[in-house]
């Protein structure tokens, strides 16, 4: 959002998963305000503060209080760590659903401020564009789409967020956005990777290919898992000033494709996911609210 009278404009977030956050709320809420802030820092906006929105179910029985403290705890160790204070927030309990207590589900929004508007990014790549991927944190699939989706069910212990590799990951994309080296970024979260891969492509009307290392012990945790943290794709045209400003920052990167021609192509090891974009995009249209 442009500020009038100024070159300068805000960017904000909003994150946070009840699943995730059901099957470990310390990490699940350092896992949302660690999201939250990540997808501002993804505009080029530097992380300023946070406000929340704490749902949970009826305190006087069950684990719910534990669940509560946890959660909070959890926002508060990442709230430190990232420079972001909690300037207001909410707290709605008794949420009930079919007999039972909602999913805990701590929603923060993240505000955050780009100085120079005209460096502003988003998810879109543009043809011939090369894609890197930032951060080298481990997918799992505990408490993921994939999971849910495709297995059924809700298990497992989500894995944590280094806080320290978050912070050094978001000085990195507010940099990179400024000096004009990102036009584009997605973090990996909801689907993994290849999900972001396949949103950039979906954003910027322009197929993407590509070829992911070994993140974890099975080729479809690295396609499909959600890490902790630290996982984004970034489009640059100029790849070697990406990669030197990373190693400054003491970020992981390597390119991993480019953006072009009319697939959506990601790979690893021996798996592929590909779909052509124009099948996708209408799949991603047929699912939006009307």
Known sequence: V?????KRAIAAALDGSGRRTWLDPRRGGRQAVAEAARNVACTGGRPLAITNCLNFGNPERGETPYMFVESVEGMAEACEA???PVVSGNVSLYNEHSGGPIPPSPIVGCVGLIEDAACAIGAAPQSGATIVLLGDAEPSVDGSEYQAYVFGSVAGRIPDVDLEAEAHLIDLLVEAAAQGITHAAHDAAEGGLAVAAAEMAIAGRVGIEIELPELAMRDDIT???E????????????ADAMLGLAT????????????????????????????????ASAIHAATLPE
């Open 248 to 279: 400054r920052h003491g970020v992981p990167a390597q390119i991993v494709g480019t953006a072009g021609g009319e697939r959506i192509h990601v790979s690893t090891g021996a798996a592929v996911a590909s779909l052509a974009l124009a099948e």
């Open 82 to 84: 990232l420079h972001a």
């Open 227 to 238: 890490p902790g943290g630290g996982l984004v794709l970034v489009a640059v045209n100029d």
């Open 2 to 6: 442009r500020l009038p009278g100024s």
């Open 223 to 225: 396609l499909f898992g």
